[in-house]
Nanobody, 116 residues
């Protein structure tokens, strides 16, 4: 079992920056990949960024060069630094962890609102 607790997010103006953090607990060695999804108001979901245990990252085209995912050495936390935010980045952001046995765990979600 893996538990994920998110922090961060909030309200920011276009062009601003926000950070999200996700702390994992429980069966840490079982985690293969950690990352972030977001769900837009129309319920569409998008994989934002992920990082595997080897440090390889993937990003959605919509956030490349603006968002950065990172994990601490102990692989307990995964952070998402979001720069140059746009109106269309407004969504609920969910941290997730995928284990080697392909179980999927989710954080509680954090609202990110970009508005002028």
């Amino acid at each position: 079992q893996v538990q994920l607790v998110e922090s961060g997010g909030g309200l920011v103006q276009p062009g601003g920056s926000l950070g999200l953090s996700c702390a994992a607990s429980g069966s840490i060695p079982s985690i293969a990949i950690m990352g972030w999804y977001r769900r837009f108001q129309d319920k569409e979901r998008e994989l934002v960024a992920s990082m595997d245990s080897g440090g390889r990252t993937t990003y959605a085209d919509s956030v490349k060069d603006r968002f950065t995912i990172s994990r601490d050495k102990a692989k307990i936390t995964v952070d998402l630094q979001m720069n140059s935010l746009k109106l269309e980045d407004t969504a609920v952001y969910y941290c997730y962890a995928s284990t080697w046995s392909q179980n999927l765990y989710w954080g509680q979600g954090a609202q990110v609102t970009v508005s002028s």
